[in-house]
């Protein structure tokens, strides 16, 4: 069967600092893989999906940046975090040509 | 362009009534729709989905969604509702992209139970 994992769960971080997030899926080949940020009280916003290695799309511009150096993993990154970028962040997985996604258990973001 | 629209940012029940939360869709083509659950802290968990078969698909935890092409809806139920279904609940319509699909969520509706 196939997991899906994102670290860490959660992580306080200073204003200007750096940030790295981790998602892996296993148990698939060549998934589909998407980053969404879900702010309090709003539902979710599509921020990155990559359809392959190296292959990165961006939904809105933003202080973020994905990258996927290998075909189950997918990271979320910021050279300088602002405020607005706390929230709670999923990834989530999709089979090629398939519409349904599944979610990672998530990693709540508070910059201060 | 594709979308939902859900109404009601809450929803409040007792213990043992009847669940309804609904979704209205804006799609110019024949749409996939699904139901995710959120607990809190958690992420998504696929309730039930929607892909053009039959209309009424039943789902996890006893809930249902009938998709009604008449009224743009795909709204979800549960003939009794139990504490644990205390959760945010999403609808979601996918967007087609090039090939690509992806989803479009609605703003979520938390749903209340009580004793």
């Known amino acids: 069967s196939q997991t899906i994992h994102q670290w860490p769960a959660t992580l306080v971080q200073p204003v200007g600092s750096p940030l790295s997030l981790e998602c892996t899926v296993e148990?698939?080949?060549?998934?589909?893989l998407y980053w969404y940020r879900q702010a309090a009280g709003r539902g979710l916003q599509l921020l990155f999906y990559?359809?392959?290695?190296?292959?990165i799309s961006s939904e809105v511009p933003q202080n973020l940046s994905a990258s996927r150096p290998q075909d189950r993993q997918f990271i979320l990154s910021s050279k300088k975090l602002l405020l607005s970028d706390s929230g709670f962040y999923l990834c989530?997985?999709?089979?090629?040509?398939?519409?349904?996604?599944?979610f990672g258990p998530g990693t709540r973001l508070l910059v201060l | 362009a594709q979308s939902v629209t859900q109404l009601g940012s809450h929803v409040s029940v007792s213990e043992g009534a009847l669940v309804l939360l609904r979704c209205n869709y804006s799609?110019?083509?024949?749409?996939?729709l699904f139901w995710y659950v959120q607990y809190p802290n958690q992420g998504l968990q696929l309730l039930l989905k929607?892909?053009?078969?039959?209309?009424l698909v039943k789902g996890i935890n006893g809930f249902e969604a009938e998709f009604k092409k008449s009224e743009t809806s795909f709204h979800l139920t549960k003939p009794s509702a139990h504490m644990s279904d205390a959760a945010e609940y999403f609808c979601a319509v996918n967007r087609m992209n090039t090939g690509f699909q992806k989803l479009v969520f609605g703003t979520g509706t938390r749903l209340l139970v009580s004793p």
């Open positions: 148990g698939t080949s060549n998934p589909n």
């Open positions: 990559s359809v392959g290695i190296g292959q």
């Open positions: 989530a997985w999709s089979r090629i040509i398939q519409e349904t996604q599944y």
């Open positions: 799609s110019s083509v024949p749409p996939y």
């Open positions: 929607y892909t053009s078969a039959a209309t």
